[in-house]
């Protein structure tokens, strides 16, 4: 038993690896990853208050980062840095919820016809490390991954 859960370790470290996180948790049920492989209709974004202050969140709570090597709202994170930080994507442009100011909502049409929801200059992600609403395991992690505020800034602050 021990040697396979050191087998499905292994996957994940070379994932994170890849992109520059790090984990002390597993993904939760979907982590995230419904709305990276097949976008979810009509993604909203909206704020919630936590250990950082008030941050971007989806509907359901889940804590939404940002990338620091994004460069102009364009996506960065390859292949195997999406495995671990899913993009919040839709098929169509996402919702503003409450505190979320609609005109830094935007969505970036991805080939395949999904869109990749950004927030002022960042394109969202999910962290699959987080296993519930309000988790915010993914803050700072190898100082590249940052919640985001509602007007649009990383937020710095340590969990």
């Not at 709202?73 to 671990?84: F, H, L, N, P, Q």
């Not at 993009?87 to 080939?111: F, Y």
């Not at 969202?124 to 919640?147: H, I, S």
Request: aromatic share 6%; charged share 20%.
């Amino acid at each position: 038993m021990r040697a396979s859960k050191a087998l499905l370790a292994v996957p994940l470290a070379l994932a994170l690896a890849a992109c520059g996180g790090g984990s002390d948790g597993g993904p939760n049920g979907d982590g995230g990853r419904k709305a990276a492989g097949k976008p979810v209709r009509g993604a909203t974004v909206t704020v919630a208050d936590s250990g950082l202050g008030s941050i971007l969140v989806d509907g359901q709570g889940r804590t939404l980062y940002a990338f620091t090597k994004d460069k102009d709202t364009s996506g960065s994170c390859g292949t195997e840095c999406i495995a671990v930080w899913p993009a919040l994507t839709g098929s169509s442009p996402a919702t503003a919820g409450r505190g979320v100011e609609a005109d830094l909502l935007r969505g970036e049409r991805q080939p395949g016809g999904a869109v990749h929801v950004a927030y002022g200059d960042w394109p969202l992600y999910y962290y699959v490390g987080d296993a519930a609403a309000g988790d915010v395991n993914g803050q700072g992690l190898d100082g590249e991954w940052f919640a985001v505020s509602p007007d649009g800034r990383l937020v710095r602050t340590a969990p």
